[in-house]
C-alpha cells in the first residue's frame, strides 16, 4: 500500500545565487525502489538539485516532502539541523565523486563502515566488526583489508567502500553525485554492476547525478535531462536516449562515442 | 478472444533538431488489434516502420498521436500516455519484448540475463535460474557459455540468449523484432516451436520475421505496414 506512494516530493525546487541561476522550477515525485538519472553537462544544476535535495544546500524556493519511515510526510526544509542530519545519517546516503569527501581517510576501512553503524547507536564492538566485515564482502573487499586505512586503497577500492559507508544502515534513499566519474572503464563497470545489484537487492531509491548516459542507461530507469538550470526533458531512461525530443538531448544522445 | 492490445491512429514521426528540424514521419493512422492465441506479423519492406510500431507499443519510442490501449491486469491502459511507471510496470507483468540485438551489461552472466525478468517479477532465484538453464539448453546455447557475460559471444549466441530472456516469463503479450536473424536452420525450428507454444497458452504475439520460412510457419496473419504510410511522404 505505501508502495503507491512517492517517497520524495519535489514541487518547484528552485536556488540561484544572486541573480545566477543554480536550478530553476523542478518538480518530480521518486518513488521507492525507483532509481532516477539526472544528466547534463557541468553547470547545467544538476549537482545544484541534489545538493538541495539533500538538504546540504537550501532551496531559494520551492518545496520537497519526504516519507518517514513512519508513512508521514515531512517538508524537508521546515526541518531541524539536527533532524536533518539524523535523516542523512539513517535513511539516507551520499555517495561523492571524489571517495575522499565521504570517507575518513585516515581511519580504518572498517571503522569507516562502523562509524555509520555508531551513529545510529550500536555500541556492540563484535556485532559492529561482524557487520563491516559482512558489508566489506558485499562490495568486494576482502576481511584482510579492513584494518587498512583507504589511503592504501586503489580509487576504485575507495569508492566501494564509501558505496559500503552508506548502505551499511540500510537507506531507503542514496544521492549519487558522479559515482563512476574519475575511475578507468573497467574499474567503472565493476562499479556499476555492484550498484547496479545492490540498488535492486536492496530496493532503493537513488538519485544519480551523471554527464554519463551509459552510467544512466545502466543504472537508472527514469532520466531527467537538465540545461541552463532547467529539466527540459523527462522521462523513461531508455526512451529518452532511443528517442530523444529537445534539441539540446539530440545533441547529447548523438554525442556519445560509438565503440 | 479476447483483444488485450488495441491500437488506434497511432502517428509517429521524428523531428532531427541537429539537421534544421528536419521532420521525418514515418506513420500514420496506425490501427489494428491483437488476439489472445495468435500471433501477426507486421509486413512491408525496410524502413516502413514496422520496428518503430514495435518500439511504440513497448513504451521505447514516444508517440506522436493516437491510442495504444493494452489490457494490464484486467486493467486498460492508453501506453500513448502513460507515465513511466506506468510504462514499467506494463513490461514487466504484460508485455514482453524480444528485441532484435542483446544489449548487454558487464559482469553479468548469460543465465543471469535470462532469469532476471523472472526475478523482477518475484520469482525466486534459484528456481529462475533453472528455467533460464533449460531455455539455454532447448536453444542449443553451449553449457560452458551459461555462467559467462554474453558482451563477447557471437550474434547468434547473444539472440538466443534475448531470445531465452523474452520468453522464460508468461507475458500475455510479446513482442518480437527480428527473433530469427542470425539463427541457424536448427535454431530457427527451435524457435517457431516455441513459438507456438506460446500461441496455445493464449499469448498475443506481434512480430517482425524478415525470414520468408519462419513468417509463413508462424504467421496467422499479416498486418500490412504500408497501409500505414504517411501521405504526405506518399505524395
Same mark, same amino acid.
Given at each position: 500500500?505505501?508502495?503507491?506512494?512517492?517517497?520524495?516530493r519535489?514541487?518547484? /525546487?528552485?536556488?540561484?545565487?544572486?541573480?545566477?541561476?543554480?536550478?530553476?522550477?523542478?518538480?518530480?515525485?521518486?518513488?521507492?525502489?525507483?532509481?532516477?538519472?539526472?544528466?547534463?553537462e557541468?553547470?547545467?544544476?544538476?549537482?545544484?538539485?541534489?545538493n538541495?535535495?539533500?538538504?546540504?544546500?537550501?532551496?531559494?524556493?520551492?518545496?520537497?516532502?519526504? !516519507?518517514?519511515?513512519?508513512?508521514?510526510?515531512?517538508?524537508?526544509?521546515?526541518?531541524?539541523?539536527a533532524?536533518?542530519?539524523?535523516?542523512?545519517?539513517?535513511?539516507?546516503?551520499?555517495?561523492?565523486?571524489?571517495?575522499?569527501?565521504?570517507? !575518513?581517510?585516515?581511519?580504518?576501512?572498517?571503522?569507516?563502515?562502523?562509524?555509520? %553503524?555508531m551513529?545510529?547507536?550500536?555500541?556492540?564492538?563484535?556485532?559492529?566488526?561482524?557487520?563491516?566485515?559482512?558489508?566489506?564482502?558485499r562490495?568486494?573487499i576482502?576481511?584482510?583489508?579492513?584494518?587498512? =586505512?583507504?589511503? #592504501?586503497?586503489?580509487?576504485g577500492?575507495?569508492?566501494r567502500?564509501?558505496?559500503?559507508?552508506? /548502505?551499511?544502515?540500510?537507506?531507503?534513499?542514496?544521492?549519487?553525485?558522479?559515482?563512476?566519474?574519475? %575511475?578507468?572503464?573497467?574499474?567503472?563497470?565493476?562499479?556499476?554492476?555492484?550498484?547496479?545489484?545492490?540498488?535492486?537487492?536492496?530496493?532503493?531509491?537513488?538519485?544519480?547525478?551523471?554527464?554519463?548516459?551509459?552510467?544512466?542507461? /545502466?543504472?537508472?530507469?527514469?532520466?531527467?535531462?537538465?540545461?541552463?538550470g532547467?529539466?527540459?526533458?523527462?522521462?523513461?531512461?531508455?526512451?529518452?536516449?532511443?528517442?530523444?525530443?529537445?534539441?539540446?538531448? @539530440? %545533441?547529447?544522445?548523438?554525442?556519445? %562515442?560509438?565503440? | 478472444?479476447?483483444?488485450?492490445?488495441?491500437?488506434?491512429?497511432?502517428?509517429k514521426?521524428?523531428?532531427?533538431?541537429?539537421?534544421?528540424?528536419?521532420?521525418?514521419?514515418?506513420?500514420?493512422?496506425?490501427?489494428?488489434?491483437?488476439?489472445?492465441?495468435?500471433?501477426?506479423? *507486421?509486413?512491408?519492406?525496410?524502413?516502413?516502420?514496422?520496428?518503430?510500431?514495435?518500439?511504440?507499443?513497448?513504451?521505447?519510442?514516444?508517440?506522436?498521436?493516437?491510442?495504444?490501449?493494452?489490457?494490464?491486469?484486467?486493467?486498460?491502459?492508453?501506453?500513448?500516455?502513460?507515465?513511466?511507471?506506468?510504462?514499467l510496470?506494463?513490461?514487466?507483468?504484460?508485455?514482453?519484448?524480444?528485441? @532484435?540485438?542483446?544489449?548487454?551489461?558487464?559482469?553479468?552472466?548469460?543465465?543471469?540475463?535470462?532469469?532476471?525478468?523472472?526475478?523482477?517479477?518475484?520469482?525466486?532465484?534459484?528456481?529462475?535460474?533453472?528455467?533460464?538453464?533449460?531455455? *539455454?539448453?532447448? /536453444?542449443?546455447?553451449?553449457?560452458?557459455?551459461?555462467?559467462?557475460?554474453?558482451?563477447?559471444?557471437?550474434?547468434?549466441?547473444? @539472440?538466443?540468449?534475448?531470445?531465452?530472456r523474452?520468453?522464460?516469463?508468461?507475458h500475455?503479450?510479446?513482442?518480437?523484432?527480428?527473433?530469427?536473424?542470425?539463427?541457424?536452420?536448427?535454431?530457427?525450428?527451435v524457435?517457431?516451436?516455441?513459438?507456438?507454444?506460446?500461441?496455445? @497458452?493464449?499469448?498475443?504475439?506481434?512480430?517482425?520475421?524478415?525470414?520468408?520460412?519462419?513468417? =509463413?510457419?508462424?504467421?496467422?496473419?499479416?498486418?500490412?505496414?504500408?497501409?500505414?504510410?504517411?501521405?504526405? !511522404? #506518399?505524395?
Open positions: 500500500m505505501s508502495e503507491d506512494l512517492p517517497l520524495l519535489v514541487f518547484s /525546487l528552485s536556488k540561484s545565487y544572486g541573480s545566477r541561476i543554480g536550478c530553476a522550477d523542478v518538480t518530480f515525485d521518486l518513488w521507492p525502489g525507483e532509481v532516477l538519472a539526472v544528466v547534463g557541468s553547470g547545467s544544476g544538476k549537482t545544484t538539485l541534489l538541495c535535495l539533500s538538504t546540504r544546500l537550501m532551496p531559494t524556493s520551492g518545496a520537497a516532502s519526504y !516519507r518517514m519511515r513512519d508513512g508521514a510526510f515531512r517538508e524537508l526544509y521546515r526541518m531541524s539541523e533532524e536533518r542530519r539524523f535523516l542523512m545519517r539513517t535513511d539516507w546516503g551520499f555517495v561523492h565523486q571524489n571517495p575522499a569527501d565521504g570517507l !575518513r581517510m585516515a581511519v580504518s576501512a572498517g571503522a569507516n563502515v562502523g562509524e555509520r %553503524l551513529a545510529i547507536g550500536d555500541r556492540h564492538y563484535g556485532r559492529i566488526r561482524a557487520t563491516a566485515i559482512d558489508w566489506l564482502g562490495v568486494e576482502g576481511e584482510d583489508r579492513i584494518d587498512d =586505512e583507504p589511503r #592504501a586503497f586503489s580509487g577500492m575507495r569508492q567502500l564509501q558505496i559500503a559507508r552508506n /548502505l551499511v544502515t540500510g537507506p531507503r534513499l542514496v544521492f549519487m553525485d558522479e559515482p563512476t566519474g574519475g %575511475l578507468d572503464v573497467s574499474v567503472q563497470a565493476r562499479l556499476l554492476d555492484l550498484l547496479r545489484g545492490l540498488v535492486a537487492d536492496l530496493g532503493l531509491a537513488a538519485i544519480v547525478v551523471t554527464h554519463d548516459l551509459a552510467v544512466a542507461r /545502466l543504472l537508472s530507469q527514469r532520466m531527467m535531462v537538465m540545461k541552463d532547467r529539466v527540459i526533458e523527462t522521462g523513461l531512461t531508455d526512451r529518452v536516449l532511443d528517442d530523444p525530443r529537445e534539441p539540446y538531448t @539530440q %545533441l547529447l544522445v548523438s554525442s556519445i %562515442l560509438q565503440v | 478472444m479476447p483483444t488485450p492490445l488495441v491500437v488506434s491512429e497511432v502517428a514521426s521524428f523531428t532531427m533538431h541537429l539537421r534544421d528540424g528536419v521532420r521525418l514521419a514515418v506513420v500514420e493512422d496506425v490501427s489494428f488489434a491483437l488476439k489472445s492465441g495468435e500471433c501477426a506479423v *507486421l509486413g512491408g519492406p525496410s524502413g516502413a516502420g514496422k520496428s518503430s510500431i514495435l518500439k511504440m507499443l513497448y513504451g521505447n519510442y514516444a508517440t506522436d498521436a493516437g491510442q495504444i490501449i493494452v489490457d494490464h491486469g484486467g486493467r486498460l491502459l492508453d501506453l500513448a500516455t502513460a507515465s513511466p511507471r506506468e510504462v510496470a506494463v513490461r514487466r507483468d504484460t508485455i514482453g519484448y524480444v528485441s @532484435q540485438f542483446l544489449r548487454t551489461v558487464p559482469r553479468v552472466a548469460a543465465v543471469d540475463v535470462v532469469a532476471e525478468p523472472l526475478v523482477a517479477r518475484g520469482a525466486e532465484k534459484a528456481a529462475a535460474r533453472e528455467r533460464a538453464a533449460a531455455l *539455454l539448453s532447448r /536453444l542449443n546455447l553451449p553449457e560452458r557459455l551459461w555462467g559467462l557475460p554474453p558482451a563477447t559471444f557471437s550474434g547468434g549466441e547473444q @539472440q538466443r540468449v534475448n531470445i531465452a523474452g520468453f522464460i516469463t508468461a500475455p503479450i510479446l513482442l518480437l523484432d527480428e527473433p530469427t536473424a542470425s539463427l541457424d536452420a536448427r535454431n530457427r525450428e524457435v517457431i516451436a516455441m513459438i507456438a507454444e506460446k500461441k496455445a @497458452q493464449g499469448v498475443a504475439l506481434l512480430g517482425i520475421f524478415h525470414d520468408a520460412d519462419v513468417r =509463413e510457419a508462424v504467421a496467422d496473419r499479416i498486418v500490412d505496414v504500408t497501409a500505414f504510410a504517411p501521405r504526405a !511522404r #506518399a505524395a
